[in-house]
């Protein structure tokens, strides 16, 4: 503890030279922490899926709506416990630019559907009761600053009114959550039958379906079976479990994420080679200085912790400072694009990472001069002087 | 007689420079009685500085022994030396050697880093050492702030602060003009006099070898007494 003025003053021997070093630690750690965000919110998608849930959609695009008679054929397949359905409503509320997602689905076979979606059993009644009721995530409720009994105007993007309308109005009814971190409730839920009655054109179709297997029955032959009654009809079928439905998003990003991956190990990569950089040289300008200490009677093991103290202070100072930022645009992320990346988020286990490669890169960075340091002949250096 | 202080029995010392050795000091025998102000003289590369690294245990003889206190250095190891050092000697060298980011009293606080103090009264030992070599104003000056004379004043309030039993200084006045050095040796003075430190001292200057109670030359690996002037 007693070094830490000392080392601090060493650190900032040389202000721009630090301070650039420092600035390219930060950007690759804000990378880093911008990365891992947007590798969660695939990632949690898919662990927060639930193995006994099927999603059966279009097979040519998950944009293509079904008929809503499928709902009874599916019901009856062999090893399908429930099933409900929800569509795709892309409106918004005040700001087009803030997104997020809106479903029209059924209220009781939804909250069934979902039971990690928690919601009072009176509110839930009273929104069944309710044709132009809805209910809002708790997330959202607090963003909005928005009520039960209150209304909630919704613009639609897509699905324009019979009379021409293109805003919603809806009573919100209740407020919903989910206990769940790795997923959001960042969306809203209305009734079905309204939207099926009032809008324009689409009637009697849904955006895909959800059912849950019976216990016992093997997913993959239940969504097999589906996918055979449909084959040859105008609207075949794709059926697949609700993990492989969230890593189908994910998967068209895939690859870009590779690529960025493969950046982030070349940033990283620099790094080191700066961040040693400037520890040789820091190290080289002042064998003289680093002999005296030795001649005061500091012990090579206390040469060797200074230096890599610098190096490691170094990468603190960058590596927090990055991963501070990110973690404030990943919180403006969240709130800006809930709906395209639901669940992004910056976890601790991802700081916790970060952490352990900032030690490490100090560490790495900071070896070769501090064992030059720790080595160092007091007499010849002195000597050279 | 007074007490010894140190002791050097049949010390050699030789450097390989290639495939030839060179040897600087043969055979060297030497008592420094305790708060003796000894001046070493002579010619360039003679050995005087390998004798004060000898004495100082920055470095270990070839052959024979160095003794200083009770503990026989030139055996020691590294590990154990350096922190002998912090203990028992203080180093003053011709360039001070001061570390530019460090204000003077922290500085001066370096070497009690190394020791069970806590920051208060190393700061307090810090301040009086400063005092004691009359630069107590000037603690919060960083090395570039100060003349050469006060550089070495608090290098050599440095070489004190953890109250080492020998100094050993290197062509400490090497640098500075003559009134200065005058004031540094009288500094060193009455840190012998009157704080009884054994001071060893090279230097190249006849003048300043006046102020210490003997004075010796180095020359071919071996040292001769000269009458105190
Ligand atoms: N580390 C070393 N390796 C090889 N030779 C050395 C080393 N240190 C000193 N020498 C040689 O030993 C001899 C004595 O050197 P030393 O520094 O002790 O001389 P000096 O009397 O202090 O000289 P000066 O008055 O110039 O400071 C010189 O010839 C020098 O070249
Ligand atoms: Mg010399």
Redesign the pocket.
């Known amino acids: 503890m007693k070094y830490v003025g000392f080392v601090w003053k060493n650190v900032w021997r040389k202000k721009i030279r630090t301070s650039l070093t420092i600035l390219s630690v930060l950007v690759a750690f804000l990378l880093f922490a911008l990365l891992s965000a947007i590798g969660y919110a695939f990632k949690s998608g898919a662990d927060a899926a639930d193995a006994e849930r099927l999603v059966v959609i279009d097979k040519v695009s998950l944009i293509n709506p079904l008929p809503i008679a499928y709902r009874d054929r599916i019901a009856t397949t062999e090893g399908v416990r429930s099933v409900t359905y929800a569509s795709w409503f892309g409106g918004y509320y005040q700001d087009p630019r803030v997104q997020f997602p809106q479903f029209p689905v059924d209220p009781y076979e939804y909250f069934s559907m979902y039971p990690e979606f928690e919601i009072p059993r009176e509110r839930l009644d009273a929104w069944a009761n309710n044709r132009q009721g809805a209910v809002l995530g708790r997330e959202l409720a607090e963003q909005f600053g928005i009520e039960v009994g209150d209304r909630m105007p919704i613009q639609a993007t897509i699905w324009t009114k019979a009379d021409g309308g293109r805003t919603w109005e809806f009573d919100i009814e209740g407020i919903f959550e989910n206990e769940d971190p790795r997923s959001s409730s960042a969306f809203l839920l209305f009734q079905y039958d309204y939207f099926d009655e009032a809008r324009a054109f689409g009637k009697g179709t849904v955006g895909w379906y959800v059912l849950r297997v019976a216990p016992g029955s093997d997913p993959v032959q239940v969504g097999n079976a589906i996918d055979a009654q449909f084959a040859n009809s105008p609207n075949e079928t794709e059926t697949s479990t609700e993990a492989a439905f969230a890593q189908s998003f994910a998967k068209q990003l895939g690859n870009i994420a590779l690529i960025v991956t493969l950046i982030l190990g070349a940033v990283f990569f620099t790094l080191l080679l700066v961040s040693g950089n400037t520890m040789s040289q820091s190290v080289r300008e002042r064998i003289n200085e680093l002999a005296v200490l030795k001649t005061l009677g500091f012990s090579d093991g206390a040469m060797l912790g200074i230096v890599l103290a610098e190096s490691i202070t170094i990468m603190l100072i960058g590596g927090l400072l990055g991963l501070g930022i990110g973690w404030i645009v990943v919180q403006g992320a969240a709130q800006a694009m809930g709906a395209c990346l639901p669940g992004i988020f910056l976890s601790p286990q991802a700081m916790g990472t970060a952490l352990v490669i900032m030690l490490g890169a100090g560490i790495v960075a900071g070896i070769f001069p501090a064992v030059k340091a720790m080595r160092l002949s007091i ?2 250096a002195l ?1 050279r002087a | 007689m007074s007490e010894i202080l140190a002791t050097l029995t049949g010390v050699s010392k030789s ?1 390989r ?1 290639g495939k030839e050795t ?1 040897e ?1 000091l043969h055979n060297l025998d030497l008592e420094i009685p305790s708060g003796d102000f000894i001046a070493i003289m ?1 010619p ?8 004060l690294n000898l004495l100082g245990g920055l470095d270990k003889p070839t052959s024979g022994t160095v003794r200083v206190g009770d503990a026989e250095i030139s055996s020691m190891s590294n590990n154990k030396l350096s922190h002998w050092r912090s203990a028992n000697i203080g180093f003053i060298f011709q360039f001070y050697n001061l570390l530019p980011v460090l204000t003077a009293q922290k500085n001066v606080e370096l070497p009690l880093l190394l020791t069970s103090l806590g920051g208060k009264e190393r700061t307090n030992r810090a301040q009086i050492a400063l005092d004691v070599v009359g630069l107590g104003e000037r603690a919060r000056h960083y090395p570039r702030e100060l003349s050469g004379g006060q550089e070495q004043r608090v290098a050599i309030a440095r070489a004190i602060v953890s109250d080492p039993a020998l100094l050993l200084c290197d ?1 400490p006045t090497g640098d500075l003009d003559r009134e200065t050095a005058d004031e540094i040796l009288k500094l060193l003075q009455i840190l012998n006099r009157e704080h009884g430190k054994t001071i060893v001292m ?1 230097t ?1 200057d006849a003048r300043a070898a006046g102020y210490a109670n003997r004075s010796m030359i ?1 020359d071919k690996g071996s040292l001769e007494h000269r009458e105190a002037t």
């Open positions: 007499v010849d000597a | 450097y420079k060179v600087v002579g360039s590369g003679s050995g005087k500085t390998t004798l062509e090279v190249h180095c």
